[in-house]
């Protein structure tokens, strides 16, 4: 399984745009990069997927450069209700799902 | 649709004692199931996983047992409980996928202190 890098913490400020960047240097060909969001007391929720390119959907974007080694969620006019912890994961196919320590955003009004 | 569903959702139980914590899957047939544990602000450790019945996979040794008695029930066991076992555990459920990573689900969570 790959292993990923991401912030510790980020702050913002309502209606920002922000972005996390992960780092996944040893990307396999069949892995995907996924990303979960877990407010406090709360599974994480599955956010995003992506293999390369650009994925849109109605809560995020994801941006993956041509080699893989790394990817950014952009998060389009944060609110306070986007205070959470983001998680990037690396994995193919298979049934094991490893979570790394996450990227705590913290919105400021 | 599916739904998972997880048991208690506090509990605080003394050093020793044992612990059975519940979980549940609705709507889908042969699921992979999965225990997390979740530190105080730590992220989430994968503790267990199982593709079928009775067939489970161990992360992380330690006094906790996982067992999956039916398809779509997957309990967290222990014998005796540390301080150190207090934490956020989370079930999930994800749908086997042959080509690409499937999209996990987790349950409410159950809260453990142990004292």
């Known amino acids: 399984l790959a292993k990923t890098t991401q912030p510790i913490s980020m702050d913002s400020y309502e209606g920002q745009e922000v972005n996390i960047t992960c780092s996944h240097n040893n990307i396999a060909t069949n892995d995907y990069i996924t990303w979960y969001q877990q407010f406090p007391s709360q599974g994480p929720r599955f956010i995003i997927q992506?293999?390369?390119t650009k994925v849109t959907n109605e809560v995020a974007s994801l941006f993956i450069p041509a080699d893989r080694k790394s990817s950014t969620l952009s998060l389009p006019r944060v609110s306070l209700s986007d205070t959470a912890v983001y998680y990037c994961l690396v994995k193919g196919g298979g049934f094991k799902t490893i979570f790394g320590a996450g990227t705590r955003l913290f919105v400021k009004a | 649709s599916q739904t998972i569903h997880q048991w208690p959702a506090t509990l605080v139980q003394p050093v020793g004692s044992p612990l059975s914590l519940e979980c549940t899957v609705e709507g889908t047939s042969n699921p992979n199931l999965y225990w997390y544990r979740q530190a105080a602000g730590r992220g989430l450790q994968l503790l267990f996983y199982?593709?079928?019945?009775?067939?489970i996979s161990s992360e992380v040794p330690q006094n906790l047992s996982a067992s999956r008695p039916q398809d779509r029930q997957f309990i967290l066991s222990s014998k005796k409980l540390l301080l150190s076992d207090s934490g956020f555990y989370l079930c999930?459920?994800?749908?086997?996928?042959?080509?690409?990573?499937?999209?996990?689900?987790f349950g409410e969570g159950s809260r453990l202190t142990v004292l």
């Open positions: 992506g293999y390369k």
């Open positions: 199982s593709v079928g019945i009775g067939q």
């Open positions: 999930a459920w994800s749908e086997k996928t042959s080509d690409y990573t499937g999209e996990l689900f």
